[in-house]
């Protein structure tokens, strides 16, 4: 009798575990099957994200409005990556494809990295508030600023540097409103968008809706995008 009850007790547990284990299987399936067109999901296929419907309202913007690929950075200026981007990558992918018009490209502030990026990306709002036409003149001085080792730098006086190379004139008027945070809304808006679409690394670069694997490797970039112009 032992010999069976102790039978039928591990039956029981077992029936119990396959239960547990198929409730779990369909509440994953459940899970992703969402349309949600908002939420970055993982194609395993290829180690890259679809980001659908990214709002680029009021975001920096260059090249040809509505062009046939549109390219969205989501960077940060303290990022060691986003200067190398910035100084290694960009200026072929503008040369190439965003003067000729064949390509429009948008910046989000994505600051991972404390409270200098924090002001970075308020600083930059501000610039695109102040002279927005000197925007990417004060993003790449800023950029040119980052020294190479891991040290505290982007502060007040690095900015008011890169905002007096990109030829912004009231200087005194910029520094007032960034620490008044007049812009901090869009600082706000920026990190939002950075949590709907789970970007967790800068840069992240968007192609038309789908991320680049590796934008560090600039023929991986390119034929992103000429793959978007087909």
């Known amino acids: 009798m032992k010999n069976k009850g102790s039978l039928i007790f591990t039956m029981a547990m077992t029936l ?3 239960s547990v284990i198929a409730i779990l299987v369909i509440t994953k399936k459940d ?8 939420v970055a999901v993982t194609n395993p296929n290829v180690g890259t994200k679809f980001l ?11 090249g040809e409005k509505d062009a046939k690929v549109k390219i969205i950075e989501f960077g940060d200026y ?13 200026p072929d992918i503008q040369k190439k494809f965003i ?20 002001l970075g990306g308020l600083a930059g709002e501000t610039v695109l508030k102040h002279a927005p036409d ?59 968008l950075v949590k709907k679409h789970n970007i967790s690394s800068t840069p992240t670069i968007v192609i038309n809706g789908k991320e680049v694997a590796n934008p560090m490797d600039i023929k991986e970039v ?8 087909k």
């Open 52 to 62: 659908n419907d990214i709002d680029t309202k009021g975001q920096p913007q260059q």
């Open 16 to 18: 119990l575990v396959v």
């Open 134 to 192: 000197k925007y990417w003149k004060f993003q790449k001085a800023i950029f040119e600023l980052q020294p190479d080792t891991d040290q505290e730098w982007l502060s007040m006086t690095a900015v008011r540097e890169a905002a007096k190379n990109a030829g912004i004139k009231d200087l005194d008027a910029l520094e007032k409103d960034i620490k008044a945070k007049k812009e901090n809304a869009g600082v706000d808006k920026d990190i939002e």
């Open 78 to 90: 303290k990022c060691p990556a986003c200067r190398y981007f910035e100084t290694d990558i960009k």
């Open 31 to 38: 899970n992703g099957s969402s349309n949600d067109a908002n």
């Open 222 to 229: 390119e034929a992103a995008i000429e793959k978007a112009l």
């Open 99 to 118: 003067d000729t018009g064949k390509a429009e490209m948008y910046f989000i502030h994505s600051p991972f990295h404390g409270e200098e990026s924090l």
